[in-house]
């Protein structure tokens, strides 16, 4: 059986170029977090992280875990990348994740580690590798609320993204010019097998 035939998945056109697969819900799915770090790992090569993190929320996690996230996120990114809080709502504070907050990090083992609790701590998360600089990411992201995700795609900084919401759905979102359809598909299958696999030792697996 396909992968994608285990989910709650949707799948729809954006624009003539854009499509959007999400997987609702996914967050009750067994590994939902591994399958998630498998994925954006295979479509983002590039040596850095770029995150558009929209308001605190924390709904599918304990009080614990919100206060822990609230020391631990902060401090990866400023320790591992960069931060810069925008359009908060208190204008003289500007305080991590009040409004929004856009960050930046290497690519690497360490930053999937911290990916699942920025994905729990926020009530939106974009995330992908862009070709564009930092400085147009930011300058971009200000206006956050007047775009759509896949206007990170169309202005030209990636051709693929992710969104997490704190609904539990993620979504992958992709310019079909580069990556097909048929491709995604296949790749998110071949993935969500080879997970299975390898935690096949101790009965789990991907899927309801």
């Excluded at 990866?76 to 991590?96: D, I, M, T, V, Y």
Aim: charged residues 25%; aromatic residues 16%.
């Amino acid at each position: 059986m396909a992968v994608l035939n285990m989910f709650n998945f949707t799948e729809l056109a954006l624009s003539k170029y854009i499509k959007i697969f999400t997987f609702n819900r996914i967050i009750q799915t067994p590994n939902a977090f591994e399958f998630i770090k498998k994925i954006i790992k295979f479509f983002t090569s590039d040596n850095e992280l770029f995150f558009v993190n929209y308001r605190v929320d924390g709904f599918n996690v304990s009080c614990k875990n919100m206060n822990e996230y609230r020391i631990e996120i902060p401090h990866f990114f400023s320790s591992q990348g960069e931060c810069c809080c925008l359009n908060s709502f208190n204008r003289k504070s500007r305080k991590f994740g009040e409004g929004l907050t856009v960050c930046r990090c290497t690519n690497n083992d360490v930053a999937y580690d911290v990916i699942e609790k920025v994905f729990h701590y926020f009530r939106e998360t974009i995330v992908f590798s862009s070709r564009l600089s930092w400085n147009l990411f930011v300058e971009f992201s200000e206006d956050y609320m007047k775009h759509r995700a896949q206007d990170y795609i169309i202005n030209g900084f990636t051709d693929v993204l992710f969104l997490y919401a704190d609904s539990g759905d993620f979504s992958i979102i992709f310019d079909t010019r580069v990556f097909s359809s048929e491709y995604v598909h296949n790749q998110i299958d071949l993935m969500g097998k080879e997970l299975s696999r390898d935690q096949s030792g101790d009965g789990s697996v991907i899927g309801p």
